[in-house]
């Protein structure tokens, strides 16, 4: 991929060069042929130098010209390159601590740990959403989403004398949730990411999204009669498929569906459908959630409230935070040992100078 002149400027002459360039083992001209060695090499041609990226500014080593940065990394940069807070030999400490071992925090504990919740609590807590996984990676996240839900409602269904079913999973046209194993069956946007893979036959329904080409009077009754369509079709999954529907899940904002925007009456009527329904409602935030679009979840713009919610990228770990609706089964996957787990859940760390200018 090149990247577009306008997006690049020469390094000014005061660059400085730092003591850790003159250690490098393989200069930045090597670098890419280096990885492309083993591994496919589909990205950006530039090698990113992160002691001389600043702010919003990404440095390329190998043309020592600075690009604006417009892609963040997926979505996925919280703050800009080298923050002056980084400065902070505490917050270096903190750092450190974290980088030096990946502790297994699935059965041992740590301050790290329990200051990281407790952080994580205070600035980003979405009550009454309050029992948390952390996990690495955004597919994980959702794909736990969905393990909590279907465990929710394979055991309602076991309990009401139904058998062992409710593992299907209601979700929108040009979704993406991830492309791991379950959630492959719900991402639908280039087909190169999920053809050939296994994937189950999970109701798909359209995606009554606002469309902006259209002149603001027409806007708001266009979507409104799509939001009907939608609402027949899952009415009528509801119909067909009844109890062994377990969730609906929908990105609040699609994301690399299109940047779709929804409005808030669809987002609370989908709230009503899973409560009438007895479905467990997911929202991914996973690319909107973490401040993106100007509060800390973009659910709250709507006063919309989910049942499970997927957050991963900015966040800089991924996992999910689980609402009171899970308990209405003792045993949810929340509660027993041995449902949600992974050997290295994230790696998590809690800076006290940085939650306190962020938070
Ligand atoms: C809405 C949404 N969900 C899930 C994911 C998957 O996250 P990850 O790439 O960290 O697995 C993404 C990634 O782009 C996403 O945008």
Redesign the pocket.
């Known amino acids: 991929m090149s990247i577009p002149s306008v997006l690049a400027e020469a390094a000014s002459s005061r660059s400085r060069t730092t003591t850790s360039e003159k250690d490098k083992q393989i200069p930045a001209p090597q670098v890419l042929e280096t990885i492309e060695q083993h591994v496919l090499l589909d990205g950006f041609k530039i090698v990113v130098d992160l002691e001389k990226s600043r702010g919003s500014y990404l440095y390329n080593a190998v043309d020592n010209r600075r690009l604006i940065d417009l892609y963040g990394f ?2 996925s940069m919280p703050v800009g390159f080298n923050h002056p807070y980084f400065d902070d030999p505490e917050v270096r400490r903190d750092l450190l601590r974290a980088a030096k071992v990946k502790i297994a925090n699935s059965d041992v504990y740590s301050e790290g740990y329990a200051e990281f919740i407790e952080t994580f609590e205070r600035v980003v807590g979405l009550p009454p959403l309050e029992r948390y996984l952390f996990i690495e ?6 794909e736990n989403c969905l393990k909590a839900a279907m465990d929710w409602k394979v055991r309602k269904n076991m309990a009401a004398g139904h058998g062992e079913r409710g593992t299907q999973v209601l979700h929108f046209r040009h979704a ?5 194993g379950y ?1 492959m069956s719900l991402t639908n946007t280039d087909p190169r990411k999920t053809d050939l893979f296994a994937k189950f036959d999970w109701p798909r329904v359209s995606c009554p999204h606002i469309d902006f080409s259209l002149p603001e009077p027409k806007r708001e009754a266009d979507v409104i009669e799509r939001e009907q369509k939608a609402e027949r079709e899952i009415r009528e999954f509801i119909e067909q498929r009844g109890i062994d529907i377990c969730a609906l899940i929908i ?1 609040p904002i699609q ?2 569906g299109g940047d779709n925007h929804f409005r808030g009456e669809w987002l609370r009527k989908l709230r009503t459908i899973c409560d009438e329904n007895d479905i467990l409602l997911i929202f ?1 935030e ?3 959630g973490m401040g993106a679009t100007g509060r800390n979840w973009c659910c709250e713009h709507f006063d919309a409230e989910p049942d499970l919610l ?1 957050f ?2 900015k966040a800089q770990v ?1 996992g999910v935070m689980a609402g009171p609706r899970i308990d209405e089964v003792k045993d949810n996957a929340f509660r027993l040992p041995s449902r949600l787990n992974s050997t290295i859940l994230a790696r998590l760390l809690r800076s006290r100078r940085l939650d306190s200018s962020f938070g």
């Open positions: 997926f979505g990676g955004g597919a994980l996240a959702v993406f949730h991830g492309r791991s959630t990105e994301g690399e991914d996973v690319q909107c997927a991963g990228k991924c």
